[in-house]
């Protein structure tokens, strides 16, 4: 089966600018999740959407959003975009209790 | 959310078992434990999980002791491309995975 998919690979960015990223989850996975792993840091929870509705969200400011399509495809966005918002973005997908992460969004901001 | 504690970092020679220790000691009773580990920012690889009862698959061995304070993960033969962050996770309410430091795991010839 395809794996969580996301684009772009890498996507560089302007201080003050918005970045939308993008998720596909593995066929038949309602719920989505975002991650953000900045440099050298651990993963930090950002959002859970699952059947189109966010279901949860980590200690983020507003200008981290997104948004679960009908086909579960998710997008996050990233407003006024600051340099510490620099990481490796991640995208993993569920259907019960197991997890699998796609190989993520390098976010630079410049 | 419960939190996990791991060591930092650990050797273990290639061909030997792996065993890493994580302790979970305010874990609640429907919480599961998960194991992940993630190669060179590469995404998180699943490993395993396991709530009560001891559980293996094809990549390891989970072992939770009885009070489920703690568990160990075990790869039984690591090779060089098991070389990895590995996580020990508490799956919290909501759904959500709550990843620590981890540990990093270095096998070596």
């Known amino acids: 089966e395809a794996g969580v998919t996301q684009s772009p690979t890498h996507l560089i960015k302007t201080r003050g600018q918005q970045a939308t990223l993008r998720c596909s989850p593995i066929s038949g996975h309602t719920s989505v999740y975002w991650y953000q792993q900045a440099l050298g840091l651990g993963l930090q929870f950002l959002l859970w959407y699952d059947e189109g509705e966010e279901r949860n969200r980590g200690n983020f400011p507003p200008r981290f959003s997104g948004r679960q399509f009908p086909n579960y495809s998710s997008e996050l966005n990233v407003n006024a975009l600051e340099l510490e918002d620099s990481a490796l973005y991640l995208c993993?997908?569920?259907?019960?209790?197991?997890?699998?992460f796609g190989s993520g969004t390098r976010l630079t901001v410049v | 959310d419960a939190k996990t504690t791991q060591p930092p970092s650990m050797d273990c020679a290639e061909g030997r078992a792996a065993n890493l220790p994580c302790n979970h000691s305010?874990?609640?009773?429907?919480?599961?434990v998960y194991w992940y580990r993630q190669i060179h920012s590469q995404g998180p690889q699943y490993i395993i999980h396991?709530?009560?009862n001891n559980e293996t698959n094809e990549m390891a061995s989970l072992i939770i002791t009885e009070d489920r304070k703690s568990s160990t993960l075990i790869l039984p033969h690591a090779t060089l491309r098991d070389t990895a962050v590995y996580y020990c996770i508490v799956r919290s309410l909501g759904n959500k995975l709550v990843f620590g430091a981890g540990t990093i795991l270095r096998v070596k010839s």
């Open positions: 993993a997908s569920s259907l019960g209790r197991k997890y699998t």
């Open positions: 396991g709530l009560k």
């Open positions: 305010t874990i609640s009773g429907n919480e599961y």
